[in-house]
Protein backbone atom coordinates (compact mmCIF):
# COMPACT_ATOMS: atom_id res chain seq x y z
CA UNK A 1 0.00 0.00 0.00
CA UNK A 2 2.76 2.34 0.70
CA UNK A 3 4.44 1.71 -2.75
CA UNK A 4 1.00 2.36 -4.27
CA UNK A 5 0.89 5.51 -2.69
CA UNK A 6 4.32 6.66 -3.21
CA UNK A 7 3.71 5.91 -7.40
CA UNK A 8 0.52 8.12 -7.19
CA UNK A 9 2.88 10.94 -5.56
CA UNK A 10 5.29 10.43 -7.72
CA UNK A 11 2.93 10.66 -10.82
CA UNK A 12 0.94 13.65 -9.19
CA UNK A 13 4.33 15.35 -8.57
CA UNK A 14 5.36 14.44 -12.83
CA UNK A 15 2.45 15.97 -14.19
CA UNK A 16 1.93 18.96 -12.16
CA UNK A 17 1.50 21.77 -14.34
CA UNK A 18 1.88 19.96 -17.40
CA UNK A 19 -2.12 19.77 -18.85
CA UNK A 20 -3.33 18.93 -22.77
CA UNK A 21 -4.85 20.82 -25.63
CA UNK A 22 -3.15 24.49 -24.48
CA UNK A 23 -3.79 24.72 -20.81
CA UNK A 24 -0.49 25.66 -18.47
CA UNK A 25 0.38 27.25 -15.68
CA UNK A 26 2.97 29.54 -17.20
CA UNK A 27 2.55 32.89 -17.98
CA UNK A 28 1.02 33.42 -21.10
CA UNK A 29 0.43 36.50 -23.51
CA UNK A 30 -3.12 37.10 -23.79
CA UNK A 31 -2.67 39.92 -26.20
CA UNK A 32 -5.82 38.47 -28.48
CA UNK A 33 -6.76 35.67 -26.47
CA UNK A 34 -9.97 34.31 -25.15
CA UNK A 35 -9.45 32.27 -21.90
CA UNK A 36 -11.87 29.08 -21.93
CA UNK A 37 -12.14 26.47 -18.76
CA UNK A 38 -13.49 23.20 -18.20
CA UNK A 39 -12.50 20.11 -19.87
CA UNK A 40 -12.68 20.69 -23.63
CA UNK A 41 -14.20 18.47 -26.74
CA UNK A 42 -11.13 17.98 -28.58
CA UNK A 43 -13.00 17.87 -32.13
CA UNK A 44 -14.58 20.90 -31.21
CA UNK A 45 -11.59 22.59 -29.72
CA UNK A 46 -9.56 22.04 -32.68
CA UNK A 47 -12.15 23.50 -35.47
CA UNK A 48 -12.47 26.79 -32.81
CA UNK A 49 -8.68 27.24 -32.57
CA UNK A 50 -8.31 26.82 -35.74
CA UNK A 51 -11.08 29.13 -37.07
CA UNK A 52 -9.51 31.65 -34.14
CA UNK A 53 -6.74 32.17 -35.71
CA UNK A 54 -7.79 32.54 -39.03
CA UNK A 55 -9.61 35.08 -37.76
CA UNK A 56 -6.61 36.87 -35.93
CA UNK A 57 -7.13 35.48 -31.97
CA UNK A 58 -6.43 32.88 -29.70
CA UNK A 59 -8.34 30.15 -27.28
CA UNK A 60 -6.58 29.32 -24.49
CA UNK A 61 -8.16 27.03 -21.68
CA UNK A 62 -6.56 28.59 -18.17
CA UNK A 63 -8.29 26.42 -15.46
CA UNK A 64 -10.10 23.24 -15.12
CA UNK A 65 -13.40 22.42 -14.42
CA UNK A 66 -13.53 23.68 -11.53
CA UNK A 67 -12.14 27.40 -11.52
CA UNK A 68 -10.34 28.77 -8.51
CA UNK A 69 -12.12 30.97 -6.26
CA UNK A 70 -12.25 34.17 -7.88
CA UNK A 71 -10.43 32.44 -11.65
CA UNK A 72 -13.79 32.82 -13.29
CA UNK A 73 -14.63 36.18 -12.52
CA UNK A 74 -10.60 37.30 -13.69
CA UNK A 75 -11.61 35.18 -16.69
CA UNK A 76 -14.95 36.64 -17.37
CA UNK A 77 -13.31 40.54 -17.38
CA UNK A 78 -10.12 39.42 -19.42
CA UNK A 79 -12.32 37.81 -22.08
CA UNK A 80 -14.65 41.14 -21.44
CA UNK A 81 -11.88 43.38 -22.60
CA UNK A 82 -10.69 40.91 -25.27
CA UNK A 83 -14.20 41.07 -26.69
CA UNK A 84 -14.22 44.47 -27.13
CA UNK A 85 -11.02 44.67 -28.66
CA UNK A 86 -12.10 42.26 -31.29
CA UNK A 87 -15.10 44.30 -32.11
CA UNK A 88 -12.87 46.78 -32.83
CA UNK A 89 -10.70 45.25 -35.12
CA UNK A 90 -13.08 42.73 -36.82
CA UNK A 91 -16.17 44.37 -36.92
CA UNK A 92 -19.37 44.46 -34.35
CA UNK A 93 -20.44 41.03 -35.73
CA UNK A 94 -17.09 39.49 -35.42
CA UNK A 95 -18.28 36.83 -32.56
CA UNK A 96 -21.69 35.82 -34.84
CA UNK A 97 -19.35 35.29 -37.28
CA UNK A 98 -16.99 33.11 -35.92
CA UNK A 99 -19.66 31.00 -34.36
CA UNK A 100 -21.30 30.54 -38.10
CA UNK A 101 -17.98 29.34 -39.08
CA UNK A 102 -17.38 27.22 -36.07
CA UNK A 103 -21.41 25.61 -36.83
CA UNK A 104 -20.45 24.66 -40.41
CA UNK A 105 -17.12 23.30 -39.91
CA UNK A 106 -18.44 20.89 -37.00
CA UNK A 107 -21.69 19.66 -39.15
CA UNK A 108 -19.36 19.03 -42.11
CA UNK A 109 -16.82 17.35 -39.20
CA UNK A 110 -13.81 19.02 -40.63
Not at 32 to 58: C, E, W
Amino acid sequence: MKTIIQIIVALLLFFYGKTSYGQTNEPYDDSLTLYNFGLPVVHQYHIKDSIANSMGFNFKFVAGCTPMPGQMEEIQQHNKEIRKRLKRLLGPNWEEEFNAKCDEAMKEGV
